[in-house]
């Protein structure tokens, strides 16, 4: 395969007969079909090749935008001047984001959903993330109506 990968590196547009005829001359003799079947998977592997890297990049593109995404949701989050309608705002496109890059990688085939089981994996936190804590609170605090006092 190296040998056919080296002749098609020195000219792409080789046709089998071509190639046959220089292999024969370093002495590996092929028959036509089988030597097409190699070239077939040789193209095959470079436009595979190929595909990864346009792929690649365009996930990489879409990576930036969805962290600077986040990382400009976040201050309103966290903010005590930002109205309960721009945080529950920020909160949904921070969420929204997470999704989208989630869906990105499994339609790309970085990772596969496991259906019918479930992974779990314990993480200690040795302290917790206050971004996530004054989130929980905001939402609480948006969405869940107030306790009742117990009157007693």
Not at 19 to 31: D, F, K, M
Not at 51 to 63: F, L
Not at 76 to 86: G, P, R, T
Not at 128 to 143: H, Q
Request: net charge positive; glycine share 4%; hydrophobic share 40%.
């Amino acid at each position: 395969m190296s040998n056919i990968r080296q002749l098609l590196a020195i000219d792409p547009d080789m046709s089998v007969l071509e190639a046959q005829r220089q292999l024969g001359s370093n002495g590996i003799h092929l028959h036509r079909d089988y030597l097409t079947k190699l070239v077939k998977k040789h193209l095959a592997s470079r436009s595979h090749r190929i595909d990864r890297k346009v792929q690649s990049a365009a996930i990489a593109q879409i990576e930036n935008v969805c962290m600077e995404t986040i990382r400009r949701a976040w201050p309103i989050v966290l903010s005590q001047a930002s109205s309960d309608k721009d945080k529950l705002t920020a909160i949904n496109t921070i969420n929204n984001t997470h999704f989208k890059m989630f869906e990105l990688y499994q339609t790309a085939g970085i990772f596969d959903k496991k259906l019918g089981t479930v992974d779990v994996r314990v993480k200690v936190a040795t302290e917790p993330d206050p971004r996530v804590a004054a989130l929980v609170a905001n939402i609480e605090k948006l969405w869940l109506p107030p306790r009742p006092v117990k009157q007693g």
